[in-house]
Nanobody, 124 residues
Framework: QLQLVESGGGLVQPGGSLRLSCAAS????????IGWFRQAPGKEREGVSC????????NYAESVKGRFTISRDNTKNTVYLQMNSLKPEDTAVYYC?????????????????WGQGTQVTVSS
């Protein structure tokens, strides 16, 4: 079974940057498309970005386009989310999800495997 572990969250000031990592074990990561999602208190989980198995295709939510960049290093079994120009509204628990198929969609129900999440707080 694919196991995913997120890391890299923390407290950052508005305008700052963080890089999240999603490390996989149990399977080689190039068998899976990976999505990043976030959930703020009292809100539903929303899709942030996703990347195909090879890394050749990506998609972003409108709210993060131009600020976030998703990438993957299959040799390290890791997917990254570089987050720049962070805003207070980016505050949430960030999760990565794994899916056997890449569709480019950011719906959580397309993903079968989940990590435990990492907290990102953007505040001055």
């Amino acid at each position: 079974q694919l196991q995913l572990v997120e890391s890299g969250g923390g407290l950052v000031q508005p305008g700052g940057s963080l890089r999240l990592s999603c490390a996989a074990s149990g399977f080689t990561l190039d068998n899976f498309a990976i999505g990043w999602f976030r959930q703020a208190p009292g809100k539903e989980r929303e899709g942030v970005s996703c990347i195909s198995n090879s890394g050749g295709s990506t998609n972003y939510a409108e709210s993060v386009k131009g600020r976030f960049t998703i990438s993957r290093d299959n040799t390290k079994n890791t997917v990254y989310l570089q987050m720049n120009s962070l805003k207070p509204e980016d505050t949430a628990v960030y999760y990565c999800g794994g899916s056997y198929y890449y569709t480019g969609a950011l719906g959580q129900y397309e993903y079968d495997y989940w990590g435990q999440g990492t907290q990102v707080t953007v505040s001055s």
